[in-house]
């Protein structure tokens, strides 16, 4: 990990994966959904404050003509202004106008956190990484089905695509 990070809020954008009733529930590691979500929270309102973006992404499965309960978004997680995107595959960019969007703002960096971190998280950012947008990667803002999942994720993959942090290395300037 390295050291904080200042962020400029006009060209960052923060990106939380897959924060719905029924991902959050799920056992995960190497920490709780619910402790996941108030890391996510907490980061959700500095961008707020600071005037940078907050992206929320769900998935819904195509295939089902219904989808289960807790497909939506966390309650009270989404406030006036934030972007919510519906994905129907494993990353947030492939059939989706997210790329349009963040570049419509002029965001060319992208603070990830959710779950599940190898999965959701991590296949949004190689999609980001490879469309050249800078990555920062929240690491005590995301979990997985595994701690072993997780750890190759955060030590192995993400250092290769951007920066790995914890929650209290990002900072974004004020207008």
Do not use: C
Not at 74 to 86: F, P, Q, S, T
Not at 123 to 150: K, N, P
Request: no cysteine; proline share 6%.
């Amino acid at each position: 990990m390295t050291a904080p990070l200042t962020l400029d809020p006009a060209r960052t954008a923060l990106v939380l994966v897959d924060l719905m009733d029924r991902i959050v529930a799920l056992p995960l590691e190497p920490r709780k959904g619910t402790e996941v979500l108030h890391a996510a929270e907490e980061l959700a309102a500095e961008f707020r404050a600071a005037g940078a973006p907050v992206v929320l992404l769900r998935v819904e499965r195509p295939s089902l003509a219904e989808q289960p309960p807790g497909s939506g978004l966390v309650a009270g997680l989404r406030k006036d202004g934030d972007v919510e995107i519906v994905k129907r595959t494993i990353g947030g960019f492939h059939g989706t106008d997210l790329d349009a969007r963040l570049r419509g703002r002029g965001i060319t960096r992208l603070v990830f956190g959710g779950i599940a971190t190898n999965l959701g998280v991590e296949s949004t950012a190689r999609a980001a990484a490879d469309l050249g947008y800078d990555l920062v990667f929240v690491e005590d803002a995301m979990a997985a089905l595994t701690a072993a999942e997780h750890e190759a994720s955060v030590r192995l993959d993400f250092p290769r695509l951007g920066t790995v942090v914890t929650a209290a290395d990002v900072h974004l300037t004020r207008p």
